[in-house]
């Protein structure tokens, strides 16, 4: 058995948004501490890892670890008929093959109260009446089996970790994609740049750390123990920035050698982490083929 | 060729074996071809109608170009990172096979002719693919097509599968690319069919586990090959009335083939006289391949423009603009092999959640499960 209520059921739209550019198919994961999923691309050079805790939830009952496999077109177009404000809930029986999305739309003249004090006794009524018109949809979707290849990602001390608005973030990977196919990051002293070099010419951005600004959201903080330079493919790191509406900034962890994490926080639920493997200088240094 | 029937009897036996697989995912992927088997079906479907293939202006035949080209450029579009295994010669246990059908051949030319005479297109157009042979020159023209074009050429000491299976045992390529069934026979670790259907069929790759087939067959290595030979080999003929089914059935039963051929009835089931299954045997489990240390790295380079230009264009009557677009992807692609996977550094994990939607296999025996067995595939992703 298993229900989540989750009170901003917009979450739920934004983060099908951001991911399923990447993924197509995914099992999301059911277990007493939260609902996750984790999902590589096609070709495997990217994976997502999603996690929103128990606690963000209003409600949150799983009686055991559970996976769902889902396509997450469908999941985007079952979530796209709830209304913003809505209330939703996710629900499964054991055993079951399909999982039911509820939606609640919330009384809309509660504002009315405050707002029209002297109409209060009037709008009472109104709102007695309108509740009981109150909308709960039911919408219930088919499972699908899912061979999903679950990796194993050890916890990593980062050479640099960079933490800026998301949507500055965004916008340097958009104006770097008219330019070239693959963006060149790097962490040094001075900030951290975003290079590319395409047909037509070649394009620098730098930020650097900026930590003096009215808001904490807006800062550009860099903590680096090691400078590092990797190169990504654009394609990836645009699909990754459609997460920026779940958070106001964005993270970015870069060690030689490895996958850079780019993060985004969902506030007092989780997170959204996307990692992507790097470009490799000599393709003769080719890691072996695991059997 | 290859197997009779093992698709089908591991469809049904082994079903965890066989898992489709999109094409992309193979991206960054060293993966060794068979070439013969290649060309053999570009030289039956490229660019054919009725008897006629393509020709350049001498009128040799040139689909086997084509094809070769237009594959191999989709593989290296993909990521892929292709090599090509050529045959070299056959076992003597494999001459009686190719003598058979060479004969073939021979009745499929006659009757191509009748056909011909009658003007009857259905049968031109089916006994001319029977007449296809894959010649010496086919072979030369794809190795130096394949050499200008930056794709490895391995040309194997006797079968070409063989020698994909060892290179794949020995972890110099991922996956052993071919449509004979033999390959698994040769114990190639990871054998993918369908890789070089064109696109446009939209056929999923077809990739194979050797570990899985014999942990889900229950056999040793040893066993599965007793169970390729008596389901029909190359390399000598069956025992008559004895299938796939069967065939696992009484290996299982009896462990060897040996132990069968004390065991069964021999009025029901004639034995060929002087059966070589032994030496068919050996022939699978220790084939003439490279040794592991003369095996050289393989290595991708970047094409030879004018020499692909030369060849192709000048040579062949390539449309030249078509040429250069094509040599322009292959540079395109060059520069894409260059990303690397996820799995090269992390490692898969056990996910510890039970799927609430049980499979069909579940280990767990329970009456649901047993109940859900009885419509096979019926949940299966698509």
Not at chain 2, 85 to 95: A, E, Q
Request: contains cysteine.
């Amino acid at each position: 058995m298993l229900e989540l209520r989750l009170v901003q059921g917009s979450l739920l739209k934004k983060v099908l948004e951001a991911i399923r550019e990447l993924v197509t198919d995914a099992n999301f994961d059911c277990s007493g501490t939260g609902f996750s999923l984790q999902a590589m691309d096609s070709s495997h050079v990217a994976l997502v890892a999603l996690l929103l805790r128990s606690e963000g939830f209003e409600h949150y009952r799983c009686d055991r670890n559970l996976s769902m496999g889902m396509n997450l077109n469908n999941v985007s177009k079952m979530l796209r008929c709830a209304g913003n404000d809505d209330i939703v809930t996710i629900k499964a029986d054991d055993g079951s093959d399909t999982v039911t999305f509820m939606f609640e739309s919330p009384s809309q003249w509660n504002l009315s109260h405050s707002v029209f004090f002297f109409l209060c006794l009037f709008v009472e009524w109104l709102s007695f009446l309108r509740k009981g018109q109150d909308k709960i949809a039911d919408f219930e979707m088919k499972l699908m089996d899912i061979d999903s290849e679950h990796l194993g990602i050890p916890e990593a001390e980062y050479h640099a970790i960079v933490r800026m608005p998301s949507s500055e973030f965004a916008r340097i990977c958009k104006d770097l994609s008219s330019i070239g196919d693959t963006v060149v990051i790097s962490v040094t002293k001075e900030g951290v740049k975003f290079s590319t070099k395409g047909d037509i010419g070649t394009a620098n951005i730098v930020c650097r750390q900026n930590t003096t600004v009215d808001k904490p959201e807006e800062a550009t903080i860099i903590e680096m123990k090691e400078p590092v330079t990797l190169t990504f493919a654009l394609r990836y790191m645009n699909s990754f920035t459609k997460a920026t509406p779940l958070s106001s900034t964005v993270s970015l962890s870069l060690s030689s050698e490895l996958p850079i994490v780019v993060e985004y926080k969902i506030a007092e639920m989780g997170y959204i982490r996307f990692y992507l493997a790097p470009k490799i200088e000599d393709e003769e240094e080719d890691v072996k083929p695991q059997v | 060729m290859g197997i009779k029937g093992l698709t089908k009897l591991l469809a049904d036996n082994a079903p965890k074996s066989m898992k489709e697989q999109k094409f992309e995912s193979y991206f960054g992927r060293k993966i060794a071809i068979d070439a013969s088997m290649s060309i053999y079906q570009f030289l039956i479907v490229v660019g054919r109608v009725g008897s006629e293939l393509l020709t350049n202006e001498a009128g040799d035949v040139t689909s086997h170009l084509q094809g070769m080209f237009t594959r191999t450029i989709r593989l290296l579009e993909a990521g892929l990172k292709p090599a090509y295994i050529f045959d070299g010669k056959p076992p003597d246990l494999k001459k009686q096979e190719l003598s058979k059908r060479f004969s073939k051949r021979e009745d499929a030319t006659e009757d191509l002719k009748t056909a011909q005479a009658e003007g009857d297109k259905e049968s031109i157009e089916k006994f001319s693919k029977r007449t296809v042979k894959v010649t010496k020159q086919h072979n030369d023209d794809c190795k130096r097509l394949l050499r200008l074009m930056g794709v490895p050429v391995i040309e194997a000491p006797s079968e070409a599968e063989a020698e994909c299976a060892a290179l794949c045992k020995n972890g110099k390529v991922y996956a052993v690319a071919s449509e004979d069934m033999d390959s698994l026979t040769f114990g190639a670790p990871r054998f993918l069919r369908h890789l070089m259907e064109p696109s446009s069929k939209k056929i999923p790759v077809m990739e194979f586990e050797i570990a899985k087939v014999l942990e889900e067959l229950d056999l040793t290595m040893d066993q599965f090959i007793d169970l390729c030979i008596l389901c029909g080999c190359d390399y000598c003929d069956s025992i008559r009335g004895i299938g796939g089914q069967t065939a696992l059935k009484l290996i299982r039963q009896h462990g060897s083939i040996e132990n069968i051929l004390e065991n069964i009835n021999k009025e029901r089931y004639q034995i060929p006289e002087n059966w070589p299954y032994q030496e068919a045997r050996r022939l699978f489990k220790e084939p003439l391949v490279s040794e592991p240390n003369d095996q050289l790295e393989i290595k991708w380079t970047a094409p030879d423009e004018e020499g692909l230009v030369t060849f192709l264009v000048n040579e062949n009557g390539f449309n030249g603009e078509r040429v250069t677009k094509a040599i322009e992807k292959i540079k395109a692609a060059k520069n894409k092999s260059s990303q690397g996977r996820l799995e090269s550094f992390f490692k898969p994990a056990v996910s510890t959640s039970v799927p609430i939607k049980r499979k069909e296999t579940s280990e767990k025996t329970t009456k649901e499960t047993a109940k859900k067995k009885s419509k096979p595939g019926g949940g299966r992703k698509k």
